[in-house]
Structure formats: C-alpha cells, structure tokens
C-alpha cells in the first residue's frame, strides 16, 4: 500500500475554511485571556494549550454544526482540518469543554473587539441595527422540573448519597477503586449542588409569581417548578409552538453590513422589555448607540420606546399592537393617544408613515436571516447548562457569524476597490 508522505499543511485544501479561521484568530488580540494563564515558561507547571488554536477548533467546530466537545475531542484525531488547527498538540474533551464554558467574559471581549475593528475599515456605521430574540431548547428535559417539596427531598438523597460515598472513599484502599470513588462523589456532589441551586431558583420564581398574582388580584395559589439538570432553565413557547425548558438568545444585528453587534441570554420567554438592555449592551460595547432600531412586535414595551427617545434620541420602529383591530373598530391606531408621552406619541405617528413600512422590511431580512444561520450552525439545542455557559456558547455562534460575514464584506469591498475577481488582495 502507498504511503501518502505530505504534511497535514500539503493535505489540508488551501480554500478550506480552517485557513480562514485561523487567520481570523490569528490576528485578534488575546491578553485579556493570555493574562490569566499561571503556568509559563521559566515557572512551574503544566504548560498550557495556545489559546488560539482552542478558539480556532470552537469556531471550526460551531461552523459546522458541532456542538458537542466530545465530538470535537474526536475531529481532533481524526479529521484533517482539526489535525491542522491542532499542529501537533494534544487536547481533550474536558480542556475543550472548559474553554467554552469558562470564557464567556474572554468571548464577550472579542465580540466587541471584532466590530471594532471593521468599524475602523468602515464596513459597520451601527446606524441602525434589528433586534431578535430566540428561544432554543436547555439541556434539560421537562420532567426534570420539580416542586418544592420533591426538591427537598431530592437534595436530602443526595446528601445522604454523598455523605456515603465520601465515607467508602476514605475506607478503600485501592487505587484504582479510589479513583472510581472520587468520580462518583464529584458526580454526586454536582447533582446536590444543582438541587440546592433549583431550590433557591424555585423561592426566587414563587415569589415572582405570587407579586404577579397580587398585582392582578388574584387569590389563587400557584406552585412554581425547577430543574434538578438545570436549575436556571425556564419552560417557554418554542417556535413550532411547544412549551420545553429553553433560554431566550437575545441577537442584535447591524443590518447595513450583517454583522451581529450584541448578544445577551435571558431565561424570561418574552422578549418584552428587552429592547433597552440591549441599547444599553450596545453603547457599552462600542461607545455609541444607534438611530433606530428595528423589532417585531413583542419588544414594542411603552416604557422602553420613551426612555429610547428621551435619554438616547433613538428611533423604535415596531408594529403596534391591536392595529388591525384597531381599525376594524373604526380607530386609528397611529394617532396618539390622551396619555402617550412624546417618545411615544412619535412612535404611533411614524409607525403610520410609508416611510416605516420600507425602512422596517429590513428587520425581516437582517434579523430572521442572521437567526437562520445560526440555527443552521446548530443552536437549536444547547449542550452546556446555565445563564453563563449558554451565554458563552451563544457568544461562540455570534462569532461564527461574524467571522462568516466579515469574510463577505472584505470581499465587497476589495471588488469596490478596483479588484474585480472580488478577492483579497496580498
């Protein structure tokens, strides 16, 4: 049998989308994350992975569809592009895992750091940008869900089993057993750490529930329910119409160029009243706000459409409510009301306008067309457990989509500037 004797360099197609990734990474600024690392050169200890070439198989990875760090671990051995991201170093689904999970606020950075950068090439102006929530289904399944009662019970099993385990460590000599014994008691301890925390969740949600109940004057009681596998997990609506335990991915998107410019995680099903945080996220992250905003109808809270106009000059452009009922009623719904404050009474007068219809068309095409890509890259099912770690995955597939879009934009814009095959040039 012939042996193929080129190098994984030779092999790997030089149009193949690692190249791409890697030259991305390679030029994007890593000290928030490189000051973190103890173990260098010259000091004591176990040498660390580059940074860069975890970042770079995530991206790969959540560019085609993975999400799964096993998986990952196992593209590593046995996948050409993975083997050339790697050069030779050896990884391992938990270093994978961890990276992704226990760098939210290292993604976040380069989130903010990347739209910078083709703010200053002049492919984003942040003059307008639409906002999208999706809802994508926990790691957690429905009859996880647990009452008050059953919870204390589950936690005082699992300290009762913890407790046990803990004791026939201490009384088993053998080493290897040992080892299988300490996998246990983490294993164990994990599960009551996530009971206890599904308990303080569980007080948290009774008491919103009932101040809702009160607010509506309603008397009946109503006993609210956490997982034991995700305690930060909340039922809500799916889009095919089902209620499952979920997180609501919250994406905003510049739509003169694509390119996603916030990204926060909520464990709230409405997208009601979250159209000022992310106004807020994006000033923070980039030092200005945009003009206008785009949302549907379920981000149109009175409360943010004011505050929008008079602390920020910002212009909400969203479908009032009821409008067509409205009508039908023989009302108009774009004139203002007795009680509407002037950021918005301006919303009702300008939703009413030609010019709103044409200017909100864009929405659609920025805001449900970046939600496609990414839930064709696979965010329709989380494989990581809490606010923080989806956070982080959902900053993952922002990046993805950046990366994928900024590849585009440079293209225009190198055919704009006399190339006409439209390619990079040098």
């Known amino acids: 049998?012939?042996?193929?004797?080129?190098?994984?360099?030779?092999?790997?197609?030089?149009?193949?989308?690692?190249?791409?990734?890697?030259?991305?990474?390679?030029?994007?600024?890593?000290?928030?994350?490189?000051?973190?690392?103890?173990?260098?050169?010259?000091?004591?200890?176990?040498?660390?992975?580059?940074?860069?070439?975890?970042?770079?198989?995530?991206?790969?990875?959540?560019?085609?569809?993975?999400?799964?760090?096993?998986?990952?671990?196992?593209?590593?051995?046995?996948?050409?592009?993975?083997?050339?991201?790697?050069?030779?170093?050896?990884?391992?689904?938990?270093?994978?895992?961890?990276?992704?999970?226990?760098?939210?606020?290292?993604?976040?950075?380069?989130?903010?750091?990347?739209?910078?950068?083709?703010?200053?090439?002049?492919?984003?102006?942040?003059?307008?940008?639409?906002?999208?929530?999706?809802?994508?289904?926990?790691?957690?399944?429905?009859?996880?869900?647990?009452?008050?009662?059953?919870?204390?019970?589950?936690?005082?099993?699992?300290?009762?089993?913890?407790?046990?385990?803990?004791?026939?460590?201490?009384?088993?000599?053998?080493?290897?057993?040992?080892?299988?014994?300490?996998a246990r008691e983490r294993a164990a301890r994990e599960r009551q750490e996530r009971i206890a925390e599904a308990l303080r969740q569980q007080e948290k949600l009774a008491q919103r529930d009932q101040q809702i109940l009160k607010e509506l004057h309603i008397r009946r009681k109503t006993e609210a329910r956490t997982s034991t596998t995700d305690p930060e997990a909340r039922t809500m609506k799916m889009p095919d119409g089902g209620f499952r335990p979920g997180y609501n991915v919250e994406i905003a998107t510049d739509t003169g160029s694509g390119i996603v410019v916030g990204v926060d995680v909520t464990n709230v099903g409405s997208d009601s009243g979250q159209l000022l945080p992310m106004v807020e996220q994006i000033e923070q992250r980039h030092g200005q706000t945009p003009q206008r905003v785009l949302a549907d109808g379920d981000f149109a809270k009175l409360e943010d459409i004011e505050t929008l106009h008079r602390a920020h000059q910002i212009e909400v452009y969203a479908p009032i409510k009821n409008a067509e009922r409205e009508q039908v009623n023989g009302h108009d719904p774009y004139q203002p009301k007795p009680k509407d404050p002037p950021g918005v009474a301006a919303w009702r007068l300008r939703m009413g306008t030609p010019e709103a219809k044409t200017i909100y068309q864009r929405r659609a095409a920025t805001a449900e067309w970046t939600n496609a890509r990414v839930r064709n890259m696979g965010l329709r099912q989380l494989q990581v457990r809490g606010l923080v770690k989806v956070r982080a995955a959902a900053l993952l597939y922002a990046l993805a989509h950046n990366l994928m879009q900024t590849v585009l934009l440079q293209e225009r814009a190198a055919g704009a500037h006399g190339n006409p095959n439209g390619r990079r040039q040098g």
């Open 1 to 182: 049998m012939k042996i193929d004797e080129r190098s994984l360099d030779q092999l790997l197609p030089s149009d193949h989308a690692a190249r791409t990734v890697w030259a991305y990474v390679d030029g994007v600024d890593l000290s928030l994350f490189l000051a973190r690392i103890k173990a260098v050169e010259g000091k004591p200890g176990q040498p660390t992975i580059d940074p860069r070439i975890l970042l770079s198989l995530w991206l790969l990875a959540t560019l085609e569809g993975i999400g799964s760090a096993r998986e990952l671990d196992r593209l590593t051995r046995q996948h050409i592009a993975y083997e050339w991201l790697c050069g030779g170093v050896s990884v391992n689904y938990h270093t994978l895992a961890d990276f992704r999970s226990q760098n939210e606020e290292f993604l976040n950075s380069l989130l903010t750091q990347s739209v910078a950068t083709l703010r200053h090439q002049g492919l984003v102006d942040l003059q307008e940008v639409t906002q999208d929530g999706l809802r994508v289904r926990a790691s957690a399944g429905t009859k996880s869900f647990r009452r008050q009662q059953t919870l204390q019970e589950c936690l005082k099993q699992a300290q009762q089993q913890v407790e046990a385990l803990r004791k026939q460590l201490d009384e088993d000599d053998g080493a290897v057993s040992r080892r299988q014994q300490a």
